[in-house]
């Protein structure tokens, strides 16, 4: 009797045989599974640099920069000696200008530093320099004219400034502010801020100065004025003209024993202005102040019945 075997069950006894194969290699294989370090810790954070070496006279001037540092280690390693992490760039034998720095990290032990960026930083560098200024009052409000104020003293009279030499270089006076906006009677003596400024009389930003406030005496007192009439001038002499002034006299204080008339600035007028009606200046004579310091003018053409009277 013949056996007749299909060439199909053939084939699929030969393939079970080379899976079965397959499975007894892998089985007998020693397979290595990675071992996991449960106690490894991964963190991300970020350092200010610390610049070393910096000359003497050298000062920066650009932002502190930060960088980007990935570390590893154990848990209570990374969280009690996180701060131990050093980050810094060495400024030896670097004057003033623009230089590229590289970043240096030191960890301590039990920390490891997988990567930071950058690894190269910008830096501005600036000579120091030293500026001396006279400290000046300025008055804060506008006492009445009745009021004489006067300084005693301002200790120190002069104030320090120093710092990089483009903010120095700015420097343009020293002031300090009196407010005299509710005056009264009396010596007053305060320690009062010294505020830095430039030409156009804004404070300065970013430097040093010693000291910083500076010990005002100053006095105010009352004094007695003495009135005088106002007399209007102008460009050239008119006959028909009504000219009123309002105030028509104004108080006189300080060298005022020889002042009898307190004059207007010069009114340029010709008849098609007419009417006028403006406020016009006064001329404060020398040695003197005076209250207030303004009157309004009006002038207008007489009419033909007051011309008449």
């Keep these: 009797m013949k056996l007749r ?36 810790q991964y963190q991300k954070i970020m350092k200010n640099v610390v610049f070393t070496d910096i000359r003497e006279g050298i000062l920066i ?13 154990p848990f209570w390693e990374l969280n009690q000696k ?31 530093v997988v990567q930071y960026y950058p690894d190269k930083i910008d830096v501005r560098l600036e000579k120091k320099e030293t500026k001396e200024l006279k400290i000046e009052p300025i008055l804060l409000g506008a006492p009445p004219a009745d009021y004489n104020f006067r300084i005693i003293s301002i200790l120190p009279e002069k104030v320090i400034v120093s ?25 007053y003596k305060n320690n009062i801020l010294i ?21 005002v005496q100053w006095e105010l007192a009352q004094q007695e004025g003495k009135k005088v009439p106002v007399e209007v001038v102008l ?12 105030p ?7 060298n ?4 009898n008339v307190v004059l207007t600035e010069t009114v340029e007028i010709e008849e098609e202005d007419l009417p006028f009606n403006k406020e016009v200046s006064l001329i404060v004579p020398t040695g003197t102040e005076i209250w207030p310091k303004t009157v309004k003018v009006n002038i207008e053409k007489k009419s033909l019945v007051e011309e008449a009277r």
């Design 5 to 40: 075997i299909d060439n199909r069950d053939l084939y699929l006894r030969g393939m079970a045989l080379v899976i079965a194969i397959i499975f007894w290699m892998f089985a007998q294989q020693d397979m290595q599974v990675p071992s996991i370090n449960e106690r490894e």
């Design 61 to 73: 001037t650009s932002p502190v920069p930060e960088v980007f540092l990935e570390i590893s280690g």
């Design 82 to 112: 996180q701060d131990e992490i050093q980050v810094y760039a060495s400024l030896e034998n670097k004057g003033a200008g623009r230089h590229s720095i590289k970043v240096n990290v030191k960890a301590p032990e039990g920390i490891n």
């Design 163 to 187: 710092g990089p030499q483009s903010y120095v270089s700015q420097a343009q006076s020293a002031t300090v502010g009196i407010d005299v906006s509710t005056p009264k009677p009396g010596l």
């Design 195 to 215: 505020q830095v400024k430039d030409k156009e009389q804004k404070t300065i930003e970013g430097i040093h100065q010693d000291p910083q406030l500076a010990e």
């Design 235 to 246: 460009n050239k002499k008119e006959e028909n003209l009504d000219i009123k002034v309002n």
């Design 248 to 254: 028509q006299e104004v108080l006189v204080f300080g």
């Design 256 to 259: 005022m024993s020889k002042v």
